[in-house]
Structures are given as C-alpha cells and as structure tokens.
C-alpha cells in the first residue's frame, strides 16, 4: 500500500492572490480562524457573518488586495453552494417527508415493538442511524427524543442508556455519511468520490455507533442517572394523522438514494469503463441529484400519498422543509469561501511546504485541524468546511478510497468533545433534564468517543485499502 505520509502529497499549484511569506501567511491563517472563533463565541454573531467577515481578514493580513480576497470569497461561496446546495435541499424534503408523514414514527414504533429490555439500546440506536441518514441532526434529535424519553418513562428503562445510542446513532451519521452538509462540502473540497464516501463512511459508522451507544451506555448509566420533567416530552407528529406509511415501503424509500449511489460505487470498480452502457446508466442514476430526487418523488407518494396527504400537503411540506436550510446554506457556503480564500492566498502550498518533512499521517493532520476548529468554534459543519479547505491540496494524488478516508478522517475530527460553544451541548441539556456537568460526562464524552474511535477505524482502513 501507498504510504499516507505528507511528504509524498502534492498538489497542482495555485496562483496567490499574495506573495506572502510563510510567516505572513501562518499569521493570517490564524487571524482568520480567531476572528471567527471570536465573533461566534464572544460576541454570539451568526456564523455566516463570521465566516466572512473572518475571510475578509483572513486576505487583509496576509496582504491580499481587497478586490481579490472578496473576489476568492464569493467565487468559493457560489461554487461550494452549487455543488451541495441541491443536495442539502433534496435532503431536508426527504426528510420533512420522513417526520411529516408518521414514517419515522412507524420505524420507531416497529422496531421498538420487537425489542426487550436487553435489546432496547441496539434497538434505539438501529433506529437513529436509519432515521439519521437523510435528516440532520438537529431535525433527528427533535423527532427522537420524544422517543426516548417516552420510552424510559413508559418502559422504567435508564434514561441514559437509552438515549445514548440514539444520539450516537445521529451523531455519527451527521459527521460521516453524507449527504449530511458537512461530508457534502469535504467531499467537494477535497475531490473525494461520494459514492465510495458513503459506502466507507457507512463501514465506519457502524462499530462507532455500537462502541459510542449501546457499549458507553453502559458507563454513562452509572455515572449519571436522571429523570426529565414530563414537560419535555412534546407530542408525536404522526398522532394527528389517521394513517402511516408501512415499516417495509418507509424503509426503502429513506434507503433508496444510499442503494443508488453505493451501486453506481460498486458498477464503477467492477465495469471501469467510461464507454460501457452500464457504468454510462449508473453514473446517471448513482449520481447524487439523482438518487435523491428520486428518493424525494418516490417519498412523495410512498410517504405523503400513504399518509393522505393531498396535492396541497405535500406542496406545503415541501416548502416548509426549505425555510430552516437557508441558515445551513449560508454557512456552508460561506465556509466554501473561506476554503476558496485560504487555498488562493497560497495557505495550501505553505502547507505542503511546511508538512512536507513531517512524518505525520495526512488522515491524522486533517483529524487535528478540524479537532482545533471544532473546539474553537462548537460546529462541526464549520470545523468539516474549514480543515477540508486546508487539506483539500494535500488530497490531489490520493487515490479514490484515500481521499474518501480523508473526509471521513475530517468528518470524526469536527465531532471532538462539543462543550458550551456547540448548539447541540444545550439541546441535549435541555431535553434530557441534566446539569452542565451531568451533560459534560456523558454528551461530551460520547462525542469525543465517536471522533477517536471513528479515526482509528479510518486508519485502520487505510492500512489495507
């Protein structure tokens, strides 16, 4: 096998914007990530400000003309948004379809129906890791928590032991498996293929999901044991509804666009041959928009028509499903034009340069860099976006399966122990009735859990592949 140290990575060159030395350059990076950091967390200001008020410095410092830098900035941000911004769309109606329609009620409530009291961890996290493929995290986490918490309530189960698989579950699949915001951007940034993305970020997620839920359930059981307020558990969508989708026809439909892009993966490595009519299919019909337009149309009728939606529902859910990406779509754009910034200022080659006697992993660089991030600023969208901007030069003469293992090794690093500054540190307070503290020993562990144990399967992968 290849050796993955940095040394052995080079990428095309890029006119700078500035000829800036490494030291100016070093500088600047760090200007640019502290103005951000400190706008986000200090001063509370909306990431997408952030980002682009910090590209702006970002090009200041380093000596780059204004023109330029904002030039860099808006060219990063269109292209970022043209390449995911369909994507997450396509992604955030499916899965409003999924919530909308009692579907994700009818997988919860199936397999909770077969589980016991021995199983009920596996059992919640299998659910959040099929619920958790087209939804974000933050949707998965509202239409689960009633889940659990009805659950241990119901069922006098540990409400910790139940509710760490389920956020594993959706915590991995968020930082991993496309077509997630965040893989989506590092999949644009560094090249990567999506469909071999997708089928290794599903090899790795599941033993991280077993070892971060139901095994650390264990653990955080003991070390914590609370009782959330009744007032927590908020109604079910589906309980206004006189009738759900099916089990089987739910499943297929949310797993559809994953089987259409794992199998243009798989055409792709047997066939390999651009000209042949099969692999010319695959390409089309394995091709991110169209796995997931398919899914959606497919969903439209297996989801909303099941559930008696009219022509006037589904128009509506699908409209509703849109207002809440604009935020997403602007700070992943956004971050694309901090990428664009950094690597047009020459931050890439000054990279290259600086790692190229190092004997350090280029799967453990990118971890580190958005580990940092990710610390400094809680998101992990940020944090994905901005270490895959760096490390996207390092990439251009990996092969298809490392340069996937790079995303997925950014992807785990922007998971790394959330605190106070992340968003999701507060919904999982809040929801689950626990002090700071509480949440700190057994939230924050579980995602630092996801992020080192995900990596060491990222590099164990890249020992044989």
Do not use: C
Not at 159 to 172: D, E, T, Y
Not at 211 to 230: C, E, K, M, S, Y
Not at 336 to 365: P, R
């Amino acid at each position: 096998m290849t050796s993955l140290s940095v040394e052995m990575l080079a990428a095309d060159p890029v006119d700078p914007i500035t000829s800036a030395g490494h030291a100016q350059l070093g500088i600047a990076v760090l200007v640019g990530i502290g103005v951000i950091v400190l706008l986000i967390t200090k001063f509370k200001l909306h990431a997408f400000l952030s980002l682009t008020i910090g590209s702006l410095a970002l090009g200041a410092v380093a000596g780059a003309p204004l023109d330029k830098a904002i030039a860099s900035f808006t060219a990063g941000l269109g292209t970022t948004v043209a390449g995911v911004g369909v994507l997450i769309a396509l992604g955030s109606i499916l899965g409003k379809l999924l919530a909308d329609s009692g579907g994700a009620d009818e997988i919860v409530d199936t397999i909770l129906a077969k589980a016991n009291n021995r199983t009920m961890p596996w059992a919640m996290a299998l659910i959040a890791g099929i619920i958790g493929l087209p939804l974000f995290f933050e949707v998965g986490m509202v239409l689960l928590i009633p889940v659990v918490l009805l659950v241990a309530k119901r069922g006098n189960y540990s409400l910790m032991r139940i509710g760490i698989p389920a956020l594993a579950g959706l915590s991995v699949m968020h930082g991993l498996v496309p077509p997630h915001p965040g893989p989506l951007a590092a999949i644009d940034a560094v090249k990567a293929n999506l469909g071999v993305t997708l089928a290794l970020g599903v090899l790795v997620a599941l033993p991280t999901v077993v070892i971060a839920g139901p095994l650390f359930a264990r653990v955080a059981a003991r070390w914590v044991d609370v009782t959330p307020p009744d007032r927590l558990i908020p109604a079910r969508p589906s309980e206004e509804l006189e009738r759900r989708p099916g089990f089987g026809v739910t499943v297929a439909t949310v797993l559809l666009p994953v089987v259409l892009m794992l199998g243009k993966a798989l055409v792709d490595i047997v066939v390999d041959d651009p000209e042949n009519g099969v692999q010319r299919v695959a390409d089309v019909v394995g091709s991110p928009l169209i796995a997931l337009l398919a899914a959606v149309i497919v969903g439209m009728f297996t989801l909303g028509r099941a559930a008696g939606f009219t022509k006037d529902r589904l128009t509506s859910t699908v409209e509703t499903s849109l207002a809440p990406i604009a935020s997403i779509l602007l700070i992943v754009g956004a971050g694309g034009g901090f990428k664009a910034t950094l690597v047009d200022i020459g931050v890439g080659d000054m990279i290259m340069d600086v790692s190229k006697d190092w004997n350090v992993s280029a799967l453990l660089l990118g971890w580190l860099i958005a580990v940092g991030i990710r610390l400094a600023t809680g998101s992990a969208t940020v944090a994905t976006i901005s270490a895959a901007g760096l490390m996207g030069p390092l990439a251009a003469d990996m092969s298809t399966t490392h340069t996937a293992l790079l995303v997925l090794a950014i992807g785990a690093g922007s998971l790394f122990f959330s605190h106070v500054n992340d968003a999701g540190f507060w919904l999982v307070k809040e929801y689950f009735g626990m002090s700071v503290g509480q949440t700190v020993r057994t939230w924050s562990v579980m995602e630092t859990i996801i992020s080192v144990v995900s990596l060491g399967f990222v590099l164990l992968l890249s020992l044989v592949i």
